[in-house]
């Protein structure tokens, strides 16, 4: 029976069966929380990205002395010029959020606006959008 010398390098296949069988096993307990985790960043997201549109909403209502609306239903938002009916920008969420109810909030060209608070949900995770009279959107 030939013997394998002491300089000779590798693995099994056995070991390398128990290798990758660990890994499957490590991937299997990790997908889960992967899952709920790209959940609850989708709605921050989708919370930071309106947050930033009202910010723009309230821009251009000061820059050109105009009144700016955003106009939401539970599946998407527009910004609208209200001096010509030009959409500004125009969201749609994706299938998995909703906001609570149909929003309309005007910015106003001295910097105020109609204060409201908006809840996006997936179900599982809720963020809200908080437009304070000063024009002003924070995400909580």
Known sequence: MPR?????RGFTLVELMVIIGVIGLMLAIA?????????????GTEADRMASDLALARTIAVSQGRVVQFVAESDGYELIDTSDGRVI????????????????INFFPWGA????????????????????????????
């Open 89 to 104: 920008r125009d969201r749609e969420f994706d299938g998995s959020i909703a906001l609570d109810a149909d929003y309309t």
């Open 113 to 140: 606006a109609d204060s409201n608070t908006l809840t996006l949900d997936t179900g599982h995770q809720t963020r809200t959008v908080i437009v304070l009279p000063t024009g002003i959107a924070e995400v909580h």
């Open 31 to 43: 997908t889960p929380s992967f899952n709920g985790y790209m959940r609850t960043n989708q709605v």
């Open 4 to 8: 394998r010398p002491h300089d000779a």
